[in-house]
């Protein structure tokens, strides 16, 4: 076995000078270095080696009991390889699922990292920086910020190595590293949608409805809507005094038509409410989003025009839908799912597309990303920090979507 490889940061790597006076042998004097800036202070080895640290998983489970932290190092890449440091990686609730073992697409579990049994790295989105890259890559160089290309690649992680394809490259001018990193699920899922499914128009201001509309989605969905000319009926779950009030004000501000509670949709009179707002039902409700499921979403489903779409993609309630009959053979409204991560691996230029448009929607000031709560990772966080930042996603009502953001790695 070669032997291990020594460590240490870019702050304390020394200078050396050599002096060799005839016939004297040679003496190695040291001198510490300057110091870094801290977006260079990353660990490294004289030989190029990168120290790194990843959240792994030997089984699925709780995230608190099997989480752990481990530290690893990446060789210098060759031929297609690119090295690559991660500055946001937001947590999702699929990314939960993964670890669960409840989510149909599972990543594998190898000892690629060096774990002494195979683990599995949890995480779909991130933004990277290029640091290397072999002498074969073409498509991206160093300095450039990339996102994974497919799902499965493993982002809870300071540092990856990986093939060139498996990244594709973003123009970074003009946006945050939250904000690429975040653009893959939420905004393609709630474009695709709506683009999709329904055959909405806005030129005669079709609607549709919502639930979990305060999600990264639903955020994303209202903007889209109200910028293609649709109107919308955003549904949230219920909040007390000026929480609710605000909540209502925000969605209302990025384009909501119309913002009621759960509680609401499931009140006698709202199929007359709705009517109201729709012009005596003349208007046309041609779309239903579904993150929920149960009760709740038939009753979201009462409020379509005939002919009219449901796209369930996905289902928090974890209760199942039971559809009416009168709905599916007299309003003829069709009942479909969307998962964006099959679709993305399936139609990988058309992703890129709506990556790339919705960037330059951010980049104008045209899209406003939805709140977030940072969770600061850097080389000295510790291991509970950090599987705690991950629990925290699985709580009830929550200030924003959490993001891994990288400091000094």
């Known amino acids: 076995m070669a ?16 002096t060799a006076p005839p016939n004297t042998s040679i003496h190695v004097h040291c001198h510490p270095t300057t110091s870094y800036p801290p977006d260079r202070r990353r660990p490294i080895s004289t030989y190029g080696y990168i120290q790194a640290k990843a959240l792994v998983y030997p089984s699925q489970g709780s995230p608190k009991e099997v989480l752990s932290l481990h530290t690893h190092s990446l060789a210098p890449p060759h031929s297609n390889l690119v090295n690559l440091r991660t500055l946001a990686a937001p947590l999702n609730p699929a990314d939960i699922n993964q670890i669960q073992g409840t989510y149909p697409a599972l990543p594998p579990f190898t000892t690629t990292l060096g774990t002494p049994t195979p683990t599995a790295i949890p995480g779909n989105e991130a933004c990277f920086e290029v640091l290397s890259a072999g002498q074969s890559v073409k498509t991206v160089k160093v300095g450039d910020w990339v996102i994974p290309a497919r799902t499965g690649l493993g982002t809870w992680r300071t540092h990856l190595q990986c093939s060139e394809e ?82 209502r004000r925000q ?16 009140s006698r009179d709202f199929s007359d409410r709705v009517k109201e707002w729709t012009n005596g039902g003349k208007d046309r409700v041609g779309l239903a989003l579904n993150c929920v499921g149960g009760k709740a979403s038939i009753s979201m489903a009462r409020c379509l025009s005939s002919g009219a779409t449901m796209v369930t993609y996905g289902a928090m309630s974890k209760s199942p839908m039971a559809i009416p009959a009168s709905m599916l053979i007299f309003k003829d409204v069709r009942f479909t799912g969307f998962w964006v991560s099959k679709w993305g691996d399936t139609f990988p230029e058309l992703k890129r597309g709506v ?15 939805g709140p977030v709560v940072e969770c600061p990772w850097g080389w000295e966080s510790k291991e509970e920090e950090l599987v705690e930042a991950v629990e925290g996603t699985l709580g009830g009502f929550r200030k924003g979507k959490g993001v891994f953001v990288f400091g000094d790695t």
């Open 251 to 266: 969605l209302e501000e990025l384009g909501a038509t119309k913002v009621v509670t759960e509680e609401e949709i499931l």
């Open 355 to 369: 990556v790339d448009e919705v960037l330059g929607l951010m980049r104008e000031g045209l899209f406003k990303d």
């Open 3 to 18: 032997p291990r490889l020594p460590f240490q940061s870019l702050r304390t790597i020394p200078k050396f000078s050599l």
């Open 166 to 247: 498996k990244v594709m490259r973003v123009d970074k001018s003009g946006l945050s590293a939250t904000q690429v990193g975040s653009v893959s699920v939420n905004p393609v899922t709630a474009w695709q949608m709506l683009k999709g499914f329904g055959e909405l128009n806005g030129e005669r201001g079709d609607w549709f409805v919502q639930n979990g509309a305060n999600s990264g989605v639903g955020r994303a969905a209202i903007q889209f809507g109200k910028r293609w000319g649709l109107r919308s009926i955003a549904i949230v779950r219920s909040r007390e005094g000026k929480e609710g009030e605000e909540l």
